[in-house]
């Protein structure tokens, strides 16, 4: 069982996700809402298809939790992007600079789960990283955070992006979209 190894590992799961058409990305037993769930709402059909997916894309999460739940596990997920899906009239993403609101496409989840027995030997690093919940993050800091965790000494990692490392710079401009800042953006927003 790859689970049990006693060496230090790492696994990266490319999840299939949430990508239109919604539709195709759950299988049928997972078909739990549908239009008239969202009766009022335009759309309706295409919503309940990406209610569906999310459904099973936290049901696959729950089955990777449940493969590591009884080892010395620290889990990372997160997505590549955001998604609108009508909330402002419009689905889909890639328009986040034109869109009313940016957030639906960039915000993108990001969850670090900790197995007990992570937690009951990585004290230090599990109180590090609830530390860490609000801090201003970008996915591209993971493999910092990921370097950090492991105790990986190398040229490429730096303190500055690893945000449960004390030299995290948490005043870094988060540019995304080639060079779009996005806290002086939100703050226009908010």
Request: charge should be negative.
């Amino acid at each position: 069982d790859m689970c049990r190894l006693s060496n230090p590992a790492l696994y990266v799961f490319h999840l299939w996700g949430q990508h239109y058409r919604y539709a195709n990305r759950y299988p049928e037993s997972f078909h739990r809402f549908d239009e008239h769930d969202y009766r009022g709402i335009e759309h309706g059909d295409i919503v309940a298809h990406y209610d569906n997916a999310n459904l099973y894309n936290d049901h696959v999460l729950n089955e990777i939790i449940t493969k590591f739940e009884t080892d010395d596990a620290l889990l990372v997920y997160f997505s590549d992007h955001g998604e609108e899906v009508y909330e402002q009239g419009f689905m889909g993403h890639g328009t986040s600079m034109t869109s009313m609101d940016f957030r639906y496409q960039l915000r993108v989840p990001m969850i670090i789960w900790m197995s007990n027995q992570f937690v009951q030997r990585r004290g230090d690093i599990a109180e590090k990283i609830q530390r860490s919940v609000n801090k201003p993050l970008m996915t591209s800091d993971v493999g910092h955070f990921l370097l950090d965790v492991a105790g990986i000494n190398t040229d490429v990692f730096d303190a500055t992006r690893s945000f449960i490392h004390p030299k995290f710079d948490s005043s870094r401009p988060r540019l995304v979209m080639g060079g779009w800042d996005y806290d002086k953006h939100l703050e226009k927003l908010l």
